[in-house]
């Protein structure tokens, strides 16, 4: 079955600071693509990355970063810098092949970044 | 590029009048999604089309929903009656379809539906 967990329910950093926000996926399927999107505060969901299960190279955007490790089937999200518009809740999602893009979303990640 | 637009992005109702939430997709997108969010559940998939043909309604809920989408522009999300434990977020979102094997195309959301039902 599949299944996304965000165990970091809430974080608090303070501007400036780096923050990592974890994601890990279970999945019997060989190809499937992993996703985080972002809720700020006005309640939209905004898509940041996508990564397919047979690309492991790490994504660099600006001060965003992402780590992709099939061994410990983990997609983590690193913010640098932190700035107050950050503060958001980040959702991890994953999509299994042959599923119509039927996204399975994580519980989520609340960050709050204080000036 | 418009994204998804949504309607109404506020409904409150009384407990048992039908209630229509509408969704517009991205122009050339063929897949379109309809999302429940949740404190208690999470973002969770009530259905989702492909070229306006229902592929999976598995997450609708209850005999109390019901999804239409007659053509590529628009389609309708109705409860009818409707029940305070149906007060939610509604998400829609699209997608383009990939036909290139092995790959994916993300979806995009609209901004939602805030749905109270007292």
């Known amino acids: 079955a599949q299944k996304v967990t965000q165990a970091q329910t809430e974080i608090s950093v303070v501007e400036k600071e780096d923050v990592t926000l974890d994601c890990v996926y279970e999945?019997?399927?060989?190809?499937?693509?992993l996703f985080w999107y972002k809720q700020p505060p006005s309640g939209e969901l905004v898509f940041l990355i996508r990564?397919?299960?047979?690309?492991?190279q790490n994504e660099i955007s600006g001060r965003y970063s992402w780590n992709f490790q099939k061994s410990t089937s983990s997609f983590n999200f690193t913010i640098t810098a932190s700035q107050v518009v950050d503060s958001a809740v980040y959702f991890c999602?994953?999509?299994?092949?042959?599923?119509?893009?039927?996204?399975?979303f994580g519980q989520g990640t609340e960050l709050s970044v204080k000036p | 590029d418009a994204g998804v637009i949504q309607s109404p992005r506020h409904e409150v109702t009384e407990m048992g009048q039908e209630v229509t939430l509408r969704c517009k997709p991205i122009?050339?997108?063929?897949?379109l999604f309809w999302y429940r969010q949740t404190m208690m559940r999470g973002l969770e998939l009530l259905i989702y089309?492909?070229?306006?043909?229902?592929?999976?309604d598995s997450g609708m809920p209850e005999d109390r929903f019901s999804a239409k989408m007659p053509n590529a522009s628009f389609s309708t999300l109705k409860i009818q009656p409707s029940e305070p434990r149906d007060s939610a977020v509604y998400f829609c979102?699209?997608?383009?379809?990939?036909?290139?094997?092995?790959?994916?195309?993300?979806?995009?959301f609209g901004q939602g539906t805030r749905l109270t039902v007292v």
């Open positions: 979102a699209s997608r383009r379809e990939a036909y290139v094997a092995d790959m994916n195309t993300e979806a995009f």
């Open positions: 999945t019997r399927d060989t190809t499937y693509y």
């Open positions: 990564r397919n299960s047979f690309d492991e």
């Open positions: 999602a994953l999509s299994e092949d042959n599923q119509g893009g039927k996204l399975i």
């Open positions: 122009s050339g997108h063929n897949s």
């Open positions: 089309f492909n070229n306006n043909v229902p592929i999976d």
